[in-house]
């Protein structure tokens, strides 16, 4: 094992214990952090320098994507943001490092466009399940607790039936293991309610799968390719073009609320951001003061 790789393990270390990163979220740095080490041919804490990081961003910059001609900006920052945390690691620690973690500077993203439903498409959209079975009930609640919570599609795959849900509010364990309360809306209380009373099973998990049979047998937790196949499956069944994503749903949570008056610091802790940034994506297609700031005093000297 080389200098760097000694290092870069001890940091990955540090991400799993100290940080409690997820396995995922490791996996994704040890990945980023070696191509690093590969391409440029590193290995020691001296070759983490200026060139090296030129040649290698050079290098991703013209690296065919996986559905575009070039990797795409966003992933390209993702190798800058792992690179630039690990130096931030070494230098807490006072291991000397040819350059600081500032002067890697990230990639210019350009902001994405947030996809949301209008309001028609949307009621059409949540009352797609209209039947009794089982699995109706399911979907229903699977879609009301999705708009009613932002929740992330892993979030919603990992909650217990075990809860009470009455109250109207649950704990959720987001990323990092991170705690955070919930609300649900009368309609998804409702909903959950009646799934749960048609469930005779044991399972622990609040949305299960299902077989196809005519009697479906319960086969455990349900996976997230169900969640988005089932999401998918009653957009186009409301007749709403192009594609929706379970993921999408949180975003119209979120865009819901901005839009409706609420504060951003409290949309931040109801998605579970540890950064604001992430929730200022939502506030350009959400800002009601500034259009009404400019529906009170703009053109009034015209006609």
Not at 127 to 149: M, Y
Not at 213 to 225: C, D, E, M
Not at 286 to 299: I, S
Request: charge should be positive; aromatic fraction near 8%.
């Amino acid at each position: 094992m080389t200098e760097i790789e000694k290092y870069v393990k001890e940091y990955l270390d540090y991400l799993e214990v100290e940080k409690n990163r997820s396995p995922k979220t490791v996996e994704n740095y040890r990945r980023y952090l070696m191509a690093f080490i590969k391409s440029t041919e590193s290995s020691f804490l001296k070759d983490l320098n200026s060139e090296n990081i030129r040649r290698f961003r050079l290098t991703l910059s013209r690296k065919p994507g996986e559905s575009s001609e070039f990797m795409k900006k966003t992933t390209q920052s993702y190798y800058a943001i792992a690179l630039r945390n690990f130096l931030k690691y070494l230098v807490k620690n006072n291991i000397k490092t040819p350059l600081s973690p500032e002067q890697i500077e990230l990639p210019k993203i350009q902001q994405r466009q947030i996809e949301i439903m209008d309001y028609g498409d949307l009621e059409r959209f949540l009352s797609g399940p209209k039947g009794i079975t089982l699995k109706d009930l399911r979907d229903k609640a699977i879609l009301e607790t999705l708009f009613s919570t932002g929740l992330r599609i892993s979030e919603l795959c990992s909650l217990s039936r075990y809860q009470d849900f009455d109250r109207g509010e649950i704990t959720v364990r987001g990323k990092g293991s991170k705690l955070r309360v919930v609300f649900l809306s009368q309609d998804a209380k409702e909903t959950i309610k009646r799934y749960l009373e048609k469930r005779g099973d044991a399972e622990e998990a609040l949305f299960i799968s299902l077989s196809k049979a005519k009697n479906p047998k319960v086969l455990g937790k349900i996976q997230p390719r169900t969640i988005q196949r089932l999401v998918q499956y009653y957009a186009k069944k409301a007749g709403i073009l192009g594609k929706v994503t379970p993921h999408q749903l949180r975003h119209q949570f979120a865009t819901d609320l901005l839009m409706n008056g609420a504060d951003i610091r409290s949309v931040q802790s109801l998605l579970g951001h540890s950064n604001i940034s992430t929730t200022q994506v939502y506030t350009h297609i959400t800002n009601k003061e500034l259009k009404n700031v400019h529906r009170a005093f703009h053109g009034k000297r015209r006609g």
